[in-house]
């Protein structure tokens, strides 16, 4: 039985194209390995979609932070870096990554007097409009944003381009 469910899992392998066929053969897989231990298949599923995510998720912490666009705009995509402000760009930064910063959208302001009286302002804006539909900034990932990002892959959920 267990040679055949590999056979079968094996030819589902071999048809599947793409990365998420791939997954897919390896979560059938896990779930064999933990049926055959005793576990049902409820919990075997649990367990390997935890693995998974796990997998996901140390993939992901300490690589470079990629922004996807949220909508398309007349002028390029809307990119939005999250709720997390330390993620903010000024204008120079959104425009050392080739992209406009999007002044409609969430922004902060930044007000400083100086000992010798010298007033600075500086602005870090939440959205930009960019070419690309996606920008790779210096920061790394977090292990929060990690685990967001892969909970929504894993749950296929996007939003598509108009």
């Known amino acids: 039985?267990?040679?055949?469910?590999?056979?079968?899992?094996?030819?589902?392998?071999?048809?599947?194209?793409?990365?998420?066929?791939?997954?897919?053969?390896?979560?059938?897989?896990?779930?064999?390995?933990?049926?055959?231990?005793?576990?049902?298949?409820?919990?075997?599923?649990?367990?390997?979609?935890?693995?998974?995510?796990?997998?996901?998720?140390?993939?992901?912490?300490?690589t470079s932070f990629v922004a996807r666009s949220v909508e398309k705009k007349p002028q390029g995509y809307l990119i939005d870096l999250g709720n997390s402000d330390s993620r903010w760009l000024e204008g120079g930064g959104w425009r050392e990554l080739g992209c406009q910063p999007y002044a409609d959208g969430p922004k902060r302001r930044q007000q400083t007097i100086t000992a010798w009286g010298f007033d600075s302002v500086n602005q870090w804006f939440r959205q930009g409009i960019c070419q690309n539909e996606s920008v790779q900034l210096k920061q790394a990932y977090t292990p929060e944003d990690a685990k967001l990002a892969c909970e929504i892959q894993e749950l296929g959920v996007s939003k598509k381009s108009d």
């Open 1 to 62: 039985m267990k040679s055949l469910v590999t056979a079968v899992v094996f030819a589902a392998a071999s048809l599947a194209s793409g990365a998420a066929k791939a997954d897919q053969a390896a979560l059938v897989v896990c779930i064999e390995k933990f049926k055959s231990v005793g576990l049902s298949a409820d919990l075997a599923y649990g367990e390997c979609k935890k693995s998974s995510l796990g997998d996901c998720i140390k993939g992901l912490v300490g």
